[in-house]
């Protein structure tokens, strides 16, 4: 069960209660944007979100903690990355087909 249904009120209300001011397509780290989201499928039975692709990101540390909207992950699963994008726009690493595991809510 992917929670779509339930979740997709949740993802409308980015940038809300828990979040401050933070975009809803963004990945922080440090309090600073790291990195952008592509088709982001929150999943909390299974306790983590899929991303179709994590985009211009050059500063996110995978290796620590983030946030994205009201959660905090960390992302666990790449299956193709690439610093090659071509499309207008981009810049700097593509992640593709990931996922992240929530660890928590970001507490304001």
Excluded: W
């Excluded at 809300?16 to 088709?39: H, L, M």
């Excluded at 979100?49 to 290796?63: M, P």
Aim: hydrophobic share 35%.
């Amino acid at each position: 069960m992917n929670g779509n249904s339930g979740d997709s009120e949740g993802l409308g209300q980015a940038g809300t209660p828990g979040s401050g001011n933070r975009e809803p397509d963004a990945i922080y780290q440090n309090g600073k944007i790291v990195a952008r989201v592509a088709n982001p499928d929150v999943d909390l039975e299974a306790k983590e979100i899929r991303f179709d692709e994590i985009l211009d990101s050059d500063h996110l540390v995978l290796a620590e903690e983030c946030e994205f909207q009201k959660y905090r992950i960390m992302v666990q699963k790449i299956a193709f990355a690439t610093k090659e994008d071509h499309r207008a726009g981009r810049v700097g690493r593509t992640l593709a087909g990931c996922t992240a595991e929530i660890l928590g809510f970001i507490e304001q």
